[in-house]
T-cell receptor, first 114, second 113 residues
Framework: AQSVTQPDIHITVSEGASLELRCNYS??????LFWYVQSPGQGLQLLLKYFSGDTLVQGIKGFEAEFKRSQSSFNLRKPSVHWSDAAEYFCAVGGKAAGNKLTFGGGTRVLVKP | GAGVSQSPRYKVAKRGQDVALRCDPI?????LFWYQQALGQGPEFLTY????????KSGLPSDRFFAERPEGSVSTLKIQRTQQEDSAVYLCASSLDSGAEAFFGQGTRLTVV
């Protein structure tokens, strides 16, 4: 069965500092990997996705993620955080072997200090 | 439409009441998904449609939950005899085809009192 672990429930970062959110997955075939962001009262917005090819993926809002098959990880990074990045971030795994449904991690809430 | 639209945005139901949640996917999107997001948790898969066919309903928590998409466009998630544990945000997502990027609606927050 597929699963996603986001080890950090909360992260506090100063504005302008770098951010890294961890994601580890378990999936029996070639995974499709996603990072979504959710602001309070809002739906999920896709930041970036990995299907195949280059393991370093660029997304919107200055985010990037790196797929490391050997570590079953797909960590999200941003070099310089803005106050508007405060939100909840979800990593998800899916793929054709799973009937295209997504399995989400529990999320990481990011707080940004001025 | 420009995005996935869900209605109502908020629903308060008395325990034992039936509710119906509506999802209007992006026009032309073949695949439609329903997820349940409990407070403080990540979304969990409920069911998946490809056009009007319900291909996977393995995530529906009980037989009180029922989903349909009769014409391959709008979908309705129905919950019968609501219980307090049904309180959650119900998210709908659609994608152009299987395996493609899924776009999420803003969700319906259901509170059962």
């Amino acid at each position: 069965a597929q699963s996603v672990t986001q080890p950090d429930i909360h992260i506090t970062v100063s504005e302008g500092a770098s951010l890294e959110l961890r994601c580890n997955y378990s999936y029996g075939a070639t995974p499709y990997l996603f990072w979504y962001v959710q602001s309070p009262g809002q739906g999920l917005q896709l930041l970036l996705k990995y299907f195949s090819g280059d393991t370093l993926v660029q997304g919107i809002k200055g985010f990037e993620a790196e797929f490391k098959r050997s570590q079953s990880s797909f960590n999200l990074r941003k070099p310089s955080v803005h106050w508007s990045d405060a939100a909840e971030y979800f990593c998800a795994v899916g793929g054709k072997a799973a009937g295209n449904k997504l399995t989400f991690g529990g999320g990481t809430r990011v707080l940004v200090k001025p | 439409g420009a995005g996935v639209s869900q209605s109502p945005r908020y629903k308060v139901a008395k325990r034992g009441q039936d509710v119906a949640l509506r999802c209007d996917p992006i026009s032309g999107h073949v695949s439609l998904f329903w997820y349940q997001q409990a407070l403080g948790q990540g979304p969990e898969f409920l069911t998946y449609f490809q056009n009007e066919a319900q291909l996977d309903k393995s995530g529906l928590p009980s037989d009180r939950f029922f989903a349909e998409r009769p014409e391959g466009s709008v979908s309705t998630l129905k919950i019968q005899r609501t219980q307090q544990e049904d309180s959650a945000v119900y998210l709908c997502a659609s994608s152009l085809d299987s395996g493609a990027e899924a776009f999420f609606g803003q969700g319906t927050r259901l509170t059962v009192v």
